[in-house]
């Protein structure tokens, strides 16, 4: 049998890589933050089951890992993986809480820049925007994943100036 203190010192050496790890997948800091909190709680629960500390990492990794799966499942990914940002529109720009990333989606290439307006702005799913741009759907997924990693890369770059 493990001590709980022992368990509680890997976990929390864990916390920073665990938080790394989900954010790769889900993209948005308060669902991976939840999501190791969820797998955290669950390991924290079955600590007089665990029998080895050298197994710990591992089953730590697969519970979060079959909790983002379970996650992406139940949420229809692909989401907008932009931390903290509110897609402004026109009519609530003055708002000091909202960021206006249509400044952003300005500079994007224009098949990107179209794909952001149509499925953000324009509230269309990943099929209609596929049909409205002549493309297939894998393409669409494909294309909003470089958008988007496209846009975080900008605002991140301004970010650290």
């Known amino acids: 049998m493990v001590k709980k203190a022992e368990v509680e010192q890997i976990i929390g050496s864990l916390y920073d890589e665990l938080l790394g790890f989900a954010m790769k997948y889900v993209g948005i800091r308060a669902d991976a933050e939840d999501l190791v909190q969820d797998t955290l709680l669950k390991i924290w629960e079955y600590t007089d089951k665990i029998k080895t ?7 730590i990794y697969r519970t979060l890992r079959n909790k983002i799966v379970d996650f992406m499942r139940k ?26 990333i249509w400044q952003y989606v300005d500079r994007l290439p224009a098949d990107e820049k179209t794909l952001i307006t149509l499925r953000f702005k324009e509230g269309m799913s990943i099929k209609e925007v ?32």
């Open 53 to 59: 500390l050298s197994t710990l990492r591992g089953l």
């Open 75 to 100: 949420n229809k990914y692909p989401k907008i993986p932009i931390d903290n940002i509110i897609l402004a529109s026109e009519d609530n720009i003055e708002d000091e809480d909202t960021f206006d």
């Open 130 to 161: 596929a049909h409205a741009m002549n493309r297939s759907v894998a393409g669409i997924k494909s294309l909003q994943y470089r958008a988007i990693r496209r846009l975080r890369e900008m605002i991140d770059s301004e970010d650290k100036r």
